[in-house]
């Protein structure tokens, strides 16, 4: 039988593998909440969703999350719920805040890769020149260094801050937001991006959706900088 969202995830397997390819992925309710204001998220989606997040990490090269995700949820961030390889897992983590003891340090597989602020790391580190006006690592930098590093499939799963800001910097191609049929009110919303003064400054991707279950599948088209890039280069 044929998966709901499998043309969501041929769109994936069919890019070129010559410059990055990002994919957000955000589950979330109804009113735009990823988790109650005690930080349970755990049941928001259903079982379909959740193995649509699975076959995504299938497709892709490495799952890229931000450290406070991993303090938060301490995720696997493996294949389990599909047939397929694991990816590479990366952990945004400019100042090394990931615990020895997570679970995904600590379960036989392939240690994750830390991008870590400055000039030189070694071992399982990547070292990315923070911003020195906000001490933070731009999105489309940690792009670059993993692309050059073979990683060019890439699936940022989150948490919302670090989706955010990637969506914000122009660095991501393609972005899955499932929707849950539920109603929070309160705590974590998903998205959140710069203010803009009118609506022509908002962001109008081209959306595909697909019934997973309970849930809906919006599979969003952005056109990050590379893709931007390339469609200039290609009409020279």
């Not at 041929?10 to 005690?38: E, H």
């Not at 938060?72 to 990931?98: A, E, F, M, N, Y």
């Not at 679970?103 to 790391?121: F, H, K, Q, Y």
């Amino acid at each position: 039988m044929q998966h709901p969202a499998e043309q969501a995830l041929a769109a994936i397997a069919a890019i070129p593998r010559d410059r990055p390819f990002v994919i957000g992925q955000l589950g979330q309710s109804l009113d735009g909440r990823i988790a109650t204001p005690t930080g349970q998220s755990a049941c928001i989606n259903g079982p379909q969703a959740l193995d649509h997040l699975h076959r995504l990490r299938a497709a892709v090269d490495a799952v890229v999350v931000g450290v406070n995700t991993v303090l938060c949820d301490d995720p696997q961030l493996t294949v389990r719920r599909c047939p397929g390889r694991h990816p590479r897992r990366v952990i945004i983590d400019p100042r090394r805040r990931t615990p020895p003891g997570a679970r995904c340090m600590t379960d036989g597989n392939t240690p994750p890769l830390l991008v870590v602020a400055g000039e030189s790391a070694e071992g399982d580190a990547l070292a990315v020149p923070a911003d020195p006006a906000t001490g933070l690592i731009p999105p489309e930098s940690i792009v670059a260094a993993l692309f050059a590093r073979g990683y060019r499939r890439l699936l940022i799963e989150g948490g919302a801050r670090t989706l955010s800001g990637f969506i914000a910097a122009r660095a991501v191609d393609r972005l899955h937001i499932l929707l849950a049929p539920l109603l929070i009110g309160s705590g974590t919303t998903g998205i959140s991006l710069p203010p803009i003064d009118g609506l022509d400054q908002a962001l109008r991707p081209t959306v595909t959706t697909h019934l997973l279950g309970g849930d809906v599948l919006f599979d969003c088209v952005l056109e990050s900088r590379w893709a931007a890039q390339a469609k200039r280069t290609a009409a020279e």
